[in-house]
């Protein structure tokens, strides 16, 4: 989910980041995914690149733990529910399972970069849900609230990719499946809830659950590359509002996260 703010995060710690990904790429990548099973292998390879590129740099390792950390919440989170022969509705079983298999396979290849790691997790956020992987609709709140973290952590880190468009296509082929669980969650979450304004996608700084208003903080900015785009055209705020995602910075995310991870 967070593969641009892994390279984000990589270049201050090294101002050449960029570079040594771009020379990597050039002599491996190409190798590793030019066949017909590129689908399949790119994100392994990705994760053997950026391994070879700074295995003696402590600090990048630090930053890829941070993003396996995120990538471990979503998949055990989506594996206890899938796990769950009660929890979830007949018509979404399949598309949360689909869901939990992805998460899965981003932690595999986050794994193959840094190596394993034993976390524990508190579904009740700090004591403050009860019935997280019990109740639908608490799941697939919290679900939303994820999804849409993850997405915005995206948002604005494309142009440490830019010099190296092999990875920045495998990056982006990764940002769009996260896109689309954040739509097919929000989706499922108005109809479970009857609720007329969540849609696929992001509307203001409109949360589904208050606990986590900090995901949607700053979403309602209406001013794009220096241009307020107030009023353009006669569009409404909220239109223009769903136009565009904002940031989350690695701060930002983290004490969102924090109380999940035990």
């Given at each position: 989910?967070?593969?641009?703010?892994?390279?984000?995060?990589?270049q201050k710690i090294d101002g050449d980041a960029v570079g040594r990904l771009e020379h990597a790429s050039r002599r491996h990548f190409m190798n590793r995914v030019g066949s017909k099973i590129a689908s399949v292998a790119a994100p392994m390879a990705f994760?053997?690149?950026?391994n070879k590129a700074?295995?003696?740099?402590?600090a990048a390792v630090d930053v890829l733990k941070f993003a396996l950390t995120l990538e471990y919440l979503e998949a055990?989170?989506?594996?206890?529910?899938v796990d769950s022969p009660s929890l979830i509705p007949a018509q979404y079983k399949s598309s949360i399972a689909l869901i939990g298999k992805h998460e899965a396979q981003h932690v595999a290849y986050l794994e193959a970069a840094v190596g394993k790691m034993d976390l524990k997790f508190d579904w009740t956020y700090g004591g403050k849900l009860t019935d997280t992987h019990t109740n639908f609709k608490t799941f697939i709140t919290v679900a939303c609230a994820l999804e849409d973290t993850g997405v915005r952590a995206y948002k604005g880190q494309a142009g440490a990719l830019m010099k190296d468009p092999t990875i920045l296509q495998v990056a982006l082929q990764v940002h769009s499946v996260?896109?689309?669980?954040?739509a097919q969650v929000r989706r499922i979450f108005a109809i479970e809830n009857n609720s007329a304004v969540t849609k696929g996608w992001i509307t203001g700084n409109q949360s589904p659950i208050a606990l986590v208003q900090a995901v949607y903080n700053g979403e309602d900015n209406l001013t794009q590359g220096g241009v307020n785009l107030k009023g353009l055209a006669g569009k409404?705020?909220?239109?223009i509002s769903e136009a565009f995602d904002e940031t989350l910075?690695?701060?930002q995310v983290l004490a969102i996260a924090g109380p999940f991870i035990g």
């Open positions: 989910m967070d593969i641009f703010k892994i390279i984000d995060e990589l994760a053997t690149i950026v700074y295995a003696q740099s402590a055990a989170f989506y594996k206890i529910a996260e896109a689309r669980h954040a409404s705020d909220a239109a910075s690695k701060e």
